[in-house]
Each structure stands twice: as structure tokens, then as C-alpha cells.
């Protein structure tokens, strides 16, 4: 376990009984690692310009550069041995940027390199990249619900449903039953005649009932 920061270099030595090699070599140890994070990305469209956020670094020893890599290339091998998703890099600031060439879905291991020539590997992601752009989902138009029944100012609804407006209560006055005040006189005196009546002929038949009694 490292305990100072610093570069050192020493030297490598190979020796069997035949006599020994030797390479010079050094080791860097950083004072402050990073701290790194991944984004999953959303899908890219064949010849549109793309740009979204993929990593980001903290710590270490600042400017950044980012990159990526395949499976083949990260173990070694030939990266155009394995495809990847041609017109995209990840610049400075942790985006996956430019137009894409090639569609497909792409495995890729994102990593970060501090000014400090530490380099450290954030995650493996997927890269999708469409060849048309899907149709927008456009949800249905909200069908307007029906306008309420509104009594215009001024009108009187009676019992029965009818509306009377202003244009038929011109010059009509009103009691507090909601009939015109003439109306409401000429249906208290048919009232008042009606039992009088009724009366008058209540007064009648016991008349009779009395002439036709034997005395």
C-alpha cells in the first residue's frame, strides 16, 4: 500500500544461470483518486446530431479526457475487430457527441483520464443507435365535456319548468308568490266565490231536508 505520492522509478531484473536482463521502469502514485459516475444515455438517430451526458469525474487532477472502448479493443484487441458506434466520442466534459454513422446497439466500457495520466474505467453501457427516428406518440384530443345549463340573469323558472325571461315581464308586477298581482287578486276572489257557493247550496239542501221531514 503506496504511503507518499510521487513518481519513482527502479529497475527490473531477469537473471537465470546463463546472466540477466535488465529494463528500467517507473510507477506513478496519485495523491487523490477519483470519483467517478456513469449515465445510461438515450437512443441516437442515423445522421442526426446527438449530445447527451454519459460520465462525469471528480477528484484526480483536472483537465479530464474521456473515451471508450469495446470489448475486444478494452482486452486488447483490434477495436475494428468489434463494432462500435462510428461518428460518436465522448469530449471533454463527459458527453456522447456527433452524428452517428452505423446503426445498432453498441457495448461499450466508458473511461476517464485525469492530467495525472490516471486513467480509470466508470462503467459499461449501451449505445442504441436508431436508423429512423420513432413516430412521436401524440395522446388523443380531450373531448370538451358538454356546457352546463345556465339560467340567464333576470329569468324566473317556475314550478312547472316554463321560463318566463325579462321580454315577458315587462311592466308586470309580481307578489311574493310569483304571480302577477292581478292574477293573484282574480284567483283569490274565485276562491272566495267558490265557497260562497258551496255554502249557498249547503244552506238549500237542509232546507229541504226540513219541508220533506214529516212533522
Known amino acids: 500500500m503506496p504511503t507518499a505520492a510521487g ?11 546463463f546472466g540477466s536482463s ?4 517507473s ?10 459516475t456513469g449515465f445510461d444515455v438515450p437512443p441516437a438517430v442515423l445522421g442526426e446530431p446527438y449530445s447527451a451526458k454519459i460520465a462525469q469525474a471528480t477528484g484526480g487532477v483536472a483537465p479530464y479526457v ?15 475487430s468489434d463494432p462500435w458506434p462510428e461518428g460518436l466520442e465522448v469530449d471533454t466534459n463527459g458527453f456522447l457527441t456527433g452524428i452517428p454513422t452505423r446503426v445498432g446497439s453498441f ?30 406518440e401524440n395522446p388523443p384530443p380531450a373531448v370538451p365535456a358538454p356546457p352546463a345549463a345556465v339560467t340567464p340573469a333576470g329569468a324566473v323558472v317556475p314550478a312547472s319548468g316554463a321560463e318566463l325571461t325579462n321580454a315577458d315581464l315587462t311592466g308586470v308586477e309580481l307578489a311574493a308568490t310569483g304571480l302577477e298581482s292581478g292574477r293573484l287578486n282574480a284567483t283569490l276572489w274565485a276562491a272566495v266565490g267558490l265557497l260562497a257557493a258551496g255554502a ?3 244552506a238549500i239542501n237542509s232546507l229541504r231536508r226540513r219541508r220533506s221531514s214529516p212533522v
Open 22 to 25: 535488465d529494463r528500467t521502469s
Open 66 to 80: 474521456y473515451g471508450y472502448s469495446t470489448r475486444r479493443h478494452f482486452a486488447g484487441g483490434l477495436s475494428s
Open 107 to 136: 457495448s461499450i466500457a466508458v473511461w476517464v483520464r485525469d492530467s495525472d495520466q490516471l486513467t480509470q474505467r466508470i462503467f459499461w453501457t449501451t449505445v442504441t443507435v436508431l436508423a429512423t427516428r420513432p413516430p412521436a
Open 200 to 202: 249557498a247550496l249547503t
Open 27 to 36: 510507477i506513478i502514485v496519485h495523491a487523490l483518486g477519483m470519483q467517478t
Open 7 to 17: 513518481t519513482y522509478g527502479f529497475i527490473l531484473r531477469v537473471q537465470d544461470r
